[in-house]
């Protein structure tokens, strides 16, 4: 690992800082606006959906709404620019999706698994990626599901442990390679380091590995192009990057790993504007945002002639502490580039600045 030295740093600045009366579990911007969301649980057990303004130096609360269950995770990746309604997965295995102008009755609603969905990712909407607007949900029961909304209560498709295998607690999940019509995946990382990649359109199980730490998050570099890096955090400190241009019959994916800190690192999101650059978020309530560094060859052939790939370097742009609890969830801005904002446990959410991206 390396670090960018001297005045070409970026600097990582908290522009507003907003106290919340509930715990946070999710942000995400709203596309295409200066509103942002944030979504959790009430101290009596309901769910909260807040919708903010950024108004200058300040958030002011547009609506506040209620539901009955906890709400852990929103995704609005599978609906249009012209829509922009929000998928949620609740404490109770719902998933719904919300039109935020009459949010009282949900446009869509599954019952989709026996247990908390964990986590939530959405394709095929927002003009990115090809093919059918998907939502994956992944859950503490076990399973990962892929559900169209045009169709109702049934998913597209249900990966789940076969016959005799122990179910294991799906704590994070990410489409991918959704450049065509026929061609996207699903990763899936799980509570005991397994991570697994499914190919939906051969409706397979491609790729699998274990990190041996629980996967907090996955996300790929970007959804809408040939899988490139998938970036693993997890419950220690560590994240592994993968790149999945080459995959060797034997040894699967080259990686490279760093640990950043000593505690989990709960989210990894990538600057929607330069794949290279990410960010993840830790359990010390601190940032780091990375750059990754291409080999001069990204693959070479081993002693048998096969393709195999050659893991880059990671290089650390900047490190800052924000609270003294975990940061849990951490969205960047797709329409003005280095605005992000972070849900934490102080029951804070923060919007940021991150200056001189353009100069990396």
Same mark, same amino acid.
């Given at each position: 690992?390396?670090?960018?030295?001297?005045?070409?740093?970026?600097?990582?600045?908290?522009?507003?800082?907003?106290?919340?009366?509930?715990?946070?579990?999710?942000?995400?911007?709203?596309?295409?606006?200066?509103?942002?969301?944030?979504?959790?649980?009430?101290?009596?057990?309901?769910?909260?959906?807040?919708?903010?303004?950024?108004?200058?130096?300040?958030?002011?609360?547009?609506?506040?709404?209620?539901?009955?269950?906890?709400?852990?995770?929103?995704?609005?990746?599978?609906?249009?620019?012209?829509?922009?309604?929000?998928? /949620? #997965?609740?404490? &109770? !295995?719902?998933?719904?999706? *919300?039109?935020?102008?009459?949010?009282?009755? +949900? $446009?869509?609603?599954?019952?989709?698994?026996?247990?908390?969905?964990?986590?939530?990712?959405?394709?095929?909407?927002?003009?990115?990626?090809?093919?059918?607007?998907?939502?994956? /949900? #992944?859950?503490? &029961? !076990?399973?990962?599901?892929? *559900?169209?909304?045009?169709?109702?209560?049934? +998913? $597209?498709?249900?990966?789940?442990?076969?016959?005799?295998?122990?179910?294991?607690?799906?704590?994070?999940?990410?489409?991918?390679?959704?450049?065509?019509?026929?061609?996207?995946?699903?990763?899936?990382?799980?509570?005991?380091?397994?991570?697994?990649?499914?190919?939906?359109?051969?409706?397979?199980?491609?790729?699998?590995?274990?990190?041996?730490?629980?996967?907090?998050?996955?996300?790929?570099?970007?959804?809408?192009?040939?899988?490139?890096?998938?970036?693993?955090?997890?419950?220690?400190?560590?994240?592994?990057?993968?790149?999945?241009?080459?995959?060797?019959?034997?040894?699967?994916?080259?990686?490279?790993?760093?640990?950043?800190?000593?505690?989990?690192?709960?989210?990894?999101?990538?600057?929607?504007?330069?794949?290279?650059?990410?960010?993840?978020?830790?359990?010390?309530?601190?940032?780091?945002?990375?750059?990754?560094?291409?080999?001069?060859?990204?693959?070479?052939?081993?002693?048998?002639?096969?393709?195999?790939?050659?893991?880059?370097?990671?290089?650390?742009?900047?490190?800052?502490?924000?609270?003294?609890?975990?940061?849990?969830?951490?969205?960047?801005?797709?329409?003005?580039?280095?605005?992000?904002?972070?849900?934490?446990?102080?029951?804070?959410?923060?919007?940021?600045?991150?200056?001189?991206?353009?100069?990396?």
């Amino acid at each position: 690992m390396s670090a960018v030295l001297g005045s070409e740093r970026p600097q990582v600045v908290s522009h507003v800082q907003q106290a919340l009366s509930y715990t946070v579990f999710d942000c995400k911007w709203v596309p295409r606006s200066a509103r942002l969301m944030c979504l959790g649980s009430a101290a009596r057990g309901t769910g909260v959906i807040q919708l903010y303004e950024l108004r200058g130096a300040r958030l002011e609360v547009l609506r506040e709404i209620e539901k009955p269950k906890p709400i852990k995770c929103g995704t609005f990746g599978a609906t249009s620019l012209q829509q922009r309604y929000l998928a /949620t #997965g609740d404490f &109770d !295995g719902n998933l719904n999706i *919300w039109n935020l102008e009459a949010p009282e009755i +949900p $446009v869509y609603s599954v019952k989709g698994h026996k247990e908390i969905i964990n986590s939530i990712d959405g394709v095929g909407g927002l003009g990115i990626g090809e093919g059918a607007p998907e939502i994956v /949900t #992944g859950s503490r &029961d !076990g399973t990962v599901k892929v *559900w169209d909304p045009r169709q109702n209560d049934t +998913p $597209v498709a249900n990966m789940e442990p076969v016959q005799g295998e122990s179910k294991r607690d799906c704590w994070t999940v990410a489409f991918g390679n959704a450049y065509n019509q026929e061609e996207r995946v699903v990763c899936a990382g799980y509570d005991n380091g397994d991570i697994k990649l499914f190919d939906l359109k051969t409706m397979s199980l491609r790729w699998e590995t274990n990190i041996k730490n629980g996967v907090c998050s996955v996300e790929f570099d970007r959804k809408d192009i040939n899988m490139n890096k998938l970036v693993a955090t997890s419950l220690e400190g560590k994240f592994h990057v993968f790149d999945m241009r080459t995959q060797h019959p034997a040894k699967g994916f080259a990686s490279v790993s760093e640990k950043a800190q000593k505690s989990t690192i709960w989210q990894v999101r990538h600057l929607p504007q330069n794949r290279d650059i990410f960010m993840t978020s830790g359990g010390s309530g601190s940032l780091h945002l990375w750059k990754y560094e291409y080999p001069a060859q990204r693959s070479k052939k081993d002693s048998e002639g096969s393709e195999m790939g050659v893991a880059g370097s990671l290089s650390l742009l900047q490190n800052v502490t924000l609270s003294t609890q975990p940061i849990s969830s951490l969205d960047w801005s797709a329409d003005k580039k280095g605005l992000c904002v972070c849900g934490a446990f102080d029951q804070t959410v923060r919007v940021l600045i991150v200056t001189k991206l353009n100069k990396i």
